[in-house]
């Protein structure tokens, strides 16, 4: 009897690494595989990081980058993109063009600019490409503050959904605006989620977890987004089982302890019952 083949459902992250294991590539590639796709990846830059801080940033060559992308796109086919840490404006061009080149579809952008921890992880001059670039994804998914530097002004529980709304209206594009910096009401954590096509703003609630372990959770929720539409479900389903997937890491590492950093612990992607 002949073997009948069939493909990996595969996600590519575009992202940094985090040597420390709890955010970037690492994260993405947990995240990924633990939500039910195989991972690839393409590294823009290294980081020397512990879970007491980063300490340093080196930018992978653009060259080198523009031949990672090359060498996976040329040759899997992917079912959504996610893209992280691009820390300049001559990264995230690269990407732009490359991404554009190859078609691809259903693109997840964490726009990350500053981390759980408030370290800013983006050169103030690329801020305003990275503006440019949002409206080729699918999907943006930034948390608070990252938000505010997006339409400055700063952004409470009162003018959640519509600051989501504000945005996807201001860069075309969907938007999970994510609640976790704010104050929870009633033990919820609510993100917005506004679908831009459809012009609906959705509340997503999940329980507030009482834990500093929270460090890559945007790159970790990103990528779970991504997988679950790489498996075929439509953007709505995909965030919510996406933010599910998060909440229960979240809980899983509440009481989880790693390295000798205080704050920011590290999520148990693969914890869930």
């Given at each position: 009897?002949?073997?009948?083949?069939?493909?990996?459902?595969?996600?590519?992250?575009?992202?940094?690494?985090?040597?420390?294991?709890?955010?970037?590539?690492?994260?993405?590639?947990?995240?990924?595989?633990?939500?039910?796709?195989?991972?690839?990846?393409?590294?823009?830059a290294t980081t020397a990081q512990n879970t007491q801080g980063i300490f340093n940033i080196h930018p992978i060559p653009i060259s080198h980058i523009e031949k990672q992308l090359d060498a996976v796109l040329s040759d899997i086919e992917f079912g959504a993109i996610k893209i992280g840490m691009l820390h300049s404006s001559e990264v995230i061009d690269a990407v732009a063009k490359k991404l554009s080149h190859y078609k691809v579809k259903n693109i997840?952008?964490?726009?990350?600019?500053?981390?759980?921890?408030?370290?800013?992880?983006?050169?103030?001059?690329?801020?305003?490409?990275?503006?440019?670039?949002?409206?080729?994804?699918?999907?943006?998914?930034?948390?608070?503050?990252?938000?505010?530097?997006?339409?400055?002004?700063?952004?409470?529980?009162?003018?959640?959904?519509?600051?989501?709304?504000?945005?996807?209206?201001?860069?075309?594009?969907?938007?999970?605006?994510?609640?976790?910096?704010?104050?929870?009401?009633?033990?919820?954590?609510?993100?917005?989620?506004?679908?831009?096509?459809?012009?609906?703003?959705?509340?997503?609630?999940?329980?507030?977890?009482?834990?500093?372990?929270?460090?890559?959770?945007?790159?970790?929720?990103?990528?779970?987004?991504?997988?679950?539409?790489?498996?075929?479900?439509?953007?709505?389903?995909?965030?919510?089982?996406?933010?599910?997937?998060?909440?229960?890491?979240?809980?899983?590492?509440?009481?989880?302890?790693?390295?000798?950093?205080?704050?920011?612990?590290?999520?148990?992607?693969?914890?869930?019952?």
């Amino acid at each position: 009897m002949e073997n009948i083949k069939t493909a990996y459902c595969s996600v590519l992250t575009i992202a940094g690494s985090d040597s420390g294991g709890g955010a970037g590539i690492q994260a993405d590639i947990k995240s990924i595989s633990a939500s039910g796709a195989y991972a690839a990846s393409v590294i823009t830059a290294t980081t020397a990081q512990n879970t007491q801080g980063i300490f340093n940033i080196h930018p992978i060559p653009i060259s080198h980058i523009e031949k990672q992308l090359d060498a996976v796109l040329s040759d899997i086919e992917f079912g959504a993109i996610k893209i992280g840490m691009l820390h300049s404006s001559e990264v995230i061009d690269a990407v732009a063009k490359k991404l554009s080149h190859y078609k691809v579809k259903n693109i997840v952008l964490d726009p990350v600019m500053v981390a759980t921890s408030g370290d800013r992880l983006i050169v103030n001059d690329a801020i305003s490409t990275l503006k440019e670039f949002l409206p080729k994804a699918s999907l943006i998914t930034p948390n608070i503050p990252e938000a505010e530097l997006l339409i400055g002004h700063s952004i409470e529980l009162d003018n959640l959904e519509n600051s989501a709304i504000e945005i996807g209206k201001l860069y075309n594009t969907s938007v999970l605006l994510k609640g976790g910096h704010l104050d929870s009401k009633e033990n919820k954590i609510t993100d917005i989620l506004y679908l831009y096509k459809d012009k609906k703003a959705i509340p997503i609630k999940n329980p507030w977890v009482d834990t500093k372990n929270t460090h890559g959770t945007g790159c970790s929720l990103s990528s779970s987004i991504a997988t679950f539409l790489s498996l075929g479900h439509n953007l709505e389903d995909a965030v919510k089982k996406g933010c599910h997937y998060i909440n229960q890491a979240i809980e899983q590492g509440k009481n989880k302890t790693l390295g000798k950093g205080n704050e920011n612990g590290a999520i148990n992607h693969f914890g869930l019952k």
